[in-house]
């Protein structure tokens, strides 16, 4: 299939070009002619060879095959599998890590001035080493019950002996020496006690996953307070990141005694945890999630703090039934919250919103919604939550403009 740009391009083809920008989505922009390229494993400066591996209407995609003038922050990849033909989770190893921040840093002001017409500089903060960090992974077997990782846009399996962001309790080498079925989804999980669960679905199935190995319900411990989290519940993949994030959470919120607090998408309750305490016995929590298996962990870890109403549901759907709060925390997925929650947490007129975003685009978008509604974003952070990967953690505070 050829592309329909002004120069038309084909899978195959060998270009020359000088890569310009970073793009959303661990990309980086090239042109040839009028066409505009995709890039993978590319360096904004550097002039490289690139292999065109897919047209469209509007873009291009392609992968660098050989650098001819490569960047001073051009590294050699720790990992063998992080070349363009290999393992698809790690598209920043080739980049030193002080350009892979400053990169992040650029997307979120990029998508800021694009999406919420606001001029907005960030520093992504540093956490932790760049490697071993990773407590949460998803592995997949080929149709010869290989071990691995899927490659860049592809369903095909990358098998793999070993992976350097997992952390060593997950004991990668041993998951890749057995006898794996074929076509099967292996999500491994390690919790902050170093216990281990393995569950099993089929690759081409959208089904849950059904424990194999260890303990159905993981002890977490954050700042001090244990947190049971079960298999198909959301946690936070990073070791530092539930700490992190608390913290800068904290920092924003600045809550008081009594204090009437919004936990929106509160998962198993790590917001809650952190904030239980400092509202006291007059205070209270409502946390809304919409995963049952993240309630029941929520309604457990909070058995014994009458103040915590846990409901499971669309935010969006119960959000018009709260009729008010001192403060609202949300951690949506990836999507965002959109403009009806943003327009419901607005209605009940909280004096702070903290909004933990793992998509800069979605926070963008949020942010014109906040601003529209009479609030305007007054403090951001950035966390380097996910080295070696174009991926990114912010937390926001929004307040009555």
Same mark, same amino acid.
């Given at each position: 299939m050829t592309?329909?740009n002004s120069?038309? #391009?084909a899978?195959?083809?060998?270009?020359?070009?000088?890569?310009e920008?970073?793009?959303?989505?661990?990309?980086?922009?090239?042109r040839?002619e009028?066409?505009?390229?995709f890039?993978?494993?590319?360096?904004?400066?550097?002039k490289?060879?690139?292999v065109?591996?897919s047209?469209?209407?509007?873009f291009?995609?392609?992968?660098?095959?050989q650098?001819?003038?490569?960047?001073?922050?051009?590294?050699?990849?720790?990992c063998?599998?992080a070349?363009?033909?290999?393992?698809?989770?790690?598209?920043? /190893?080739?980049?030193?890590? /002080?350009?892979?921040?400053? !990169?992040?840093? +650029?997307?979120?002001?990029?998508?800021?001035?694009?999406?919420?017409?606001?001029?907005? @500089?960030?520093?992504?903060e540093?956490?932790?080493?760049?490697l071993?960090?990773?407590?949460?992974?998803?592995?997949?077997?080929?149709h010869k019950?290989?071990?691995?990782?899927?490659?860049?846009?592809?369903?095909?399996?990358?098998?793999?002996?070993?992976?350097?962001?997992?952390?060593?309790e997950?004991?990668?080498?041993?998951?890749a @020496?057995?006898n794996?079925? =074929?076509?099967?989804?292996?999500e491994?999980?390690i919790?902050?006690?170093g216990?281990?669960?393995?569950?099993? &679905?089929?690759?081409? +199935?959208?089904?849950?996953?059904?424990?194999? +190995?260890?303990? /159905?319900? #993981?002890?977490e411990e954050?700042?001090?307070?244990?947190?049971?989290v079960s298999?198909?519940?959301?946690?936070?993949?990073?070791? =530092?990141?539930?700490?992190?994030? @608390?913290? &800068?959470?904290?920092?924003?919120a /600045? !809550? %008081?005694d009594?204090?009437?607090?919004?936990? #929106?998408?509160g998962?198993?309750?790590?917001?809650?945890?952190?904030v239980?305490?400092?509202?006291?016995?007059?205070?209270?929590?409502?946390?809304i999630?919409?995963?049952?298996?993240a309630?029941?962990d929520?309604?457990r870890?909070?058995?014994g703090?009458p103040n915590?109403?846990v409901?499971?549901?669309?935010?969006?759907?119960? !959000?018009?039934?709260? =009729?008010?709060?001192?403060?609202?925390?949300?951690?949506p997925?990836?999507?965002?919250?959109?403009?009806a929650v943003?327009?419901?947490i &607005?209605?009940?007129?909280?004096?702070?919103?903290?909004?933990?975003?793992?998509?800069p685009?979605? #926070?963008?978008?949020?942010t014109?919604y906040?601003?529209? !509604?009479?609030?305007?974003?007054?403090?951001?952070r950035?966390?380097?939550?996910f080295?070696?990967t174009?991926?990114?953690?912010?937390? %926001?505070l929004?307040?009555?403009?």
């Amino acid at each position: 299939m050829t592309s329909t740009n002004s120069t038309p #391009l084909a899978v195959g083809d060998v270009l020359e070009v000088v890569v310009e920008k970073v793009a959303h989505g661990g990309h980086f922009i090239a042109r040839h002619e009028g066409a505009v390229i995709f890039v993978r494993h590319a360096i904004p400066g550097e002039k490289s060879r690139v292999v065109i591996t897919s047209t469209g209407a509007s873009f291009n995609r392609g992968d660098v095959v050989q650098v001819l003038e490569p960047s001073s922050d051009r590294v050699p990849a720790l990992c063998k599998y992080a070349h363009r033909q290999g393992c698809g989770g790690c598209d920043f /190893q080739h980049i030193s890590l /002080q350009r892979q921040r400053l !990169l992040k840093a +650029e997307v979120i002001s990029e998508q800021f001035l694009r999406i919420a017409k606001m001029d907005l @500089s960030v520093e992504v903060e540093e956490v932790g080493e760049p490697l071993h960090w990773r407590t949460r992974a998803i592995a997949t077997t080929d149709h010869k019950g290989a071990f691995g990782f899927f490659a860049a846009r592809s369903h095909s399996v990358v098998p793999i002996n070993d992976c350097l962001i997992v952390v060593d309790e997950m004991k990668m080498p041993e998951l890749a @020496s057995r006898n794996w079925k =074929s076509d099967v989804r292996v999500e491994i999980a390690i919790s902050a006690m170093g216990e281990r669960n393995i569950a099993l &679905a089929p690759t081409r +199935e959208k089904v849950k996953a059904r424990l194999t +190995e260890g303990s /159905q319900v #993981l002890q977490e411990e954050v700042n001090g307070r244990k947190l049971q989290v079960s298999q198909d519940s959301f946690w936070q993949s990073h070791k =530092s990141a539930p700490e992190v994030l @608390s913290k &800068a959470v904290l920092e924003y919120a /600045q !809550l %008081a005694d009594g204090d009437h607090v919004l936990d #929106l998408y509160g998962g198993v309750g790590l917001f809650t945890s952190a904030v239980v305490d400092v509202i006291g016995s007059s205070g209270s929590v409502v946390l809304i999630e919409g995963s049952k298996s993240a309630t029941s962990d929520a309604a457990r870890n909070f058995a014994g703090k009458p103040n915590v109403a846990v409901s499971t549901g669309d935010v969006a759907k119960l !959000l018009p039934g709260i =009729s008010k709060a001192d403060v609202v925390i949300l951690d949506p997925p990836r999507d965002g919250a959109g403009m009806a929650v943003v327009a419901q947490i &607005a209605r009940i007129k909280p004096r702070a919103v903290v909004y933990v975003a793992c998509d800069p685009a979605a #926070l963008a978008r949020d942010t014109g919604y906040f601003q529209d !509604l009479g609030y305007s974003l007054v403090k951001i952070r950035a966390f380097d939550l996910f080295p070696m990967t174009h991926h990114i953690e912010c937390v %926001a505070l929004y307040m009555p403009a």
